[in-house]
């Protein structure tokens, strides 16, 4: 391949420019590594379509003149024919007519059939004709489309995380025929996110790969201990209350492939001091052959297993034998939500109070189970950040959701407000709140939880008093009603009323 030719992006035609209105790129500019095999595969693609147009073009010529070969061939046997056909007849000495009369009908008939000869074969040669000039013309709108395509895909894109583009104008879209670039689709490899789930790299971390020589991981073999050769890795920076305010570190996303044969894989999330996972406040466990299939949802407090969430494995999106399936573990103040391939497959609420204070979680694979059985999967990659809350809308029907429910007594759901989406907006209206509803906060006031990009707040009291109070006299400003209390909330009022109930007993006791 010339060089010229596969610089053509980079010093368009004068023609090129003009119709697409861009400009020859200066001799510094370097295309990045994704740009460059992007060019290369175009430029393998076209060279690839020139040969085969050649190759077409050659073939119609070949067949063209094999036609006329055997055309002539045909016609050199029927004249043979003839000759000895006239040579076989007797000689007339009389000059007798009939003689005459015969030579003048073969000598009609042979102009006949040589005139019927040669239309047909005037009309193959027509036919072929027109296959090159269609084959002619089928070549140059392959180029012209592949011209667009490239000059597509090229286009400066906004969200692009690749680096510098090749700047183009954007195109209008028009409707195109189908043709070998034009029908390229470009799926997502399967050790890469979608862009749709919208992972970016500045609102999270990636967990695994952390080189470019780490391709994928899998359980080792011969294993008979969970901790030994499992994946651990720490969740930095989670904060419950920025989580589940959908502002803080709240997703785990894993891209993995379970082979059809594979009997089951597990994925645990430990706070800390687990004690080498002993205890485990999120436990995910896919069993492939285990009462007709089913998905397992538990946790594990001290060694001891808690009551399971199972649930058929018909009932969410395919997890076996798949190329590569993506989970996403979301937390927030309810509990764990599970998303397989995006559906909204179960949560498991927070069974025990999650640290009030900044820390790390720890995510583990498991080389096997409790009991040695080995675990049969393949990580791609592992991502930890930011990302909106995607439970929405009714959540009943899913499994796990609505096993604890009350309202809270001193917290406000306050609706209906303006849209915000950044975080100076955020602390205003933060201020707003807590001016409005300073006097029923009592001597430290209220707390405001403001969460980005929704038109809602909560707004806790002091006491449940002045949670009525508020509700009754702030009702012709705000709309309100009372909050529900989450999982993560009940957890932390139990854990504060059994430890005053134990200084209760003390004090007591000495008093005694």
């Known amino acids: ?61 070949e067949k063209l003149a094999a036609k006329e070969s055997e055309f002539k061939q045909t016609l050199a046997k029927k004249r043979k024919k003839r000759r000895k056909l006239r040579e076989a007849k007797p000689d007339a000495a009389d000059g007798d007519d009939v003689s005459s009369e015969d030579e003048g009908d073969d000598s009609s008939e042979e102009e006949e059939d040589e005139q019927t ?26 180029q012209a489309k592949e011209e667009k395509l490239r000059n597509n895909l090229l286009a400066t894109n906004e ?13 209008q879209d028009t409707e195109d025929e189908g043709g070998l670039i034009s029908n390229m689709k470009v799926d997502t490899p399967p050790h890469e996110f979608s862009e749709k789930l919208e992972l970016k790299p500045w609102k999270g971390k990636t967990l695994f790969p952390t080189s470019a020589n780490e391709v994928h991981w899998t359980p080792p073999e011969g294993m008979h201990d969970p901790n030994k050769g499992a994946f651990l890795v720490e ?11 959908g502002t803080g570190n709240n997703t785990i996303a894993v891209k993995f492939h379970a082979p059809s044969d594979s009997k089951r894989f597990s994925i645990n999330i430990a706070g800390p001091g687990h004690g080498e996972f002993n205890s485990v406040l999120f436990h995910f466990n896919p069993r492939q052959f285990e009462r007709g299939g089913q998905l397992v949802v538990n946790d594990k ?40 391939e995006g559906e909204h497959c179960a949560r498991l609420e927070h069974r025990k109070e999650l640290p ?15 009991y040695g059985s080995p675990e049969n999967w393949t990580v791609y990659r592992a991502w930890w950040g930011n990302k909106a809350i995607m439970a929405k809308g009714d959540l009943s029907g899913i499994p796990g959701v609505n096993s604890f429910n009350a309202i809270h007594p001193r917290k406000l759901f306050v609706s209906g407000l303006s849209k915000i989406s950044t ?30 990009n929704t038109t809602f707040a909560f707004v806790e009291m002091e006491n449940e008093r002045m949670a009525d109070l508020a509700l009754s006299e702030m009702s012709d400003k705000y709309r309100m009603n009372r909050a529900r209390r989450s999982r993560h909330e ?23």
């Open 1 to 61: 391949m010339s060089n010229s030719k596969s610089n053509s992006w980079r010093n368009p035609s004068a023609a090129i420019q003009s119709k697409f209105n861009v400009a020859p790129l200066g001799d510094d500019f370097e295309p990045t590594e994704e740009e460059q095999a992007l060019l290369s595969m175009y430029d393998t693609v076209k060279e690839l379509e020139r040969q085969a147009a050649k190759l077409k073009e050659q073939r119609a010529r």
């Open 117 to 142: 000869l040669q239309d047909r074969r005037n009309a193959k040669l027509d036919a072929l004709r027109d296959e090159v000039e269609e084959a002619k013309k089928a070549k140059v709108a392959e």
């Open 159 to 171: 969200d692009a995380t690749l680096g510098p583009s090749l700047k183009r104008r954007k195109l």
């Open 235 to 245: 969740l930095e920076d989670f904060d419950i209350t920025k989580a589940q305010n």
């Open 301 to 340: 407090q001290e060694g001891v297993w808690g009551q399971s969430i199972a649930l058929p494995l018909s009932q969410i999106p395919l997890v076996f034998g798949q190329t590569a399936i993506t989970l996403q573990i979301q937390i927030n103040g309810e509990g764990f939500d599970i998303f397989v």
């Open 356 to 370: 009030s204070k900044p820390c790390s979680l720890f995510l583990q694979f498991p080389s096997c189970d409790d």
């Open 423 to 452: 975080q100076g907006e955020v602390d205003i209206r933060r201020a707003e709140l807590e001016r409005a509803f300073r006097k029923y906060g009592g001597a430290r006031g209220v707390t405001c939880i403001v969460p980005t």
């Open 490 to 512: 009940a957890l932390q009022e139990e854990r504060a009323a059994a430890e005053a109930a134990k200084a209760g007993k003390s004090e007591d006791a000495g008093g005694w």
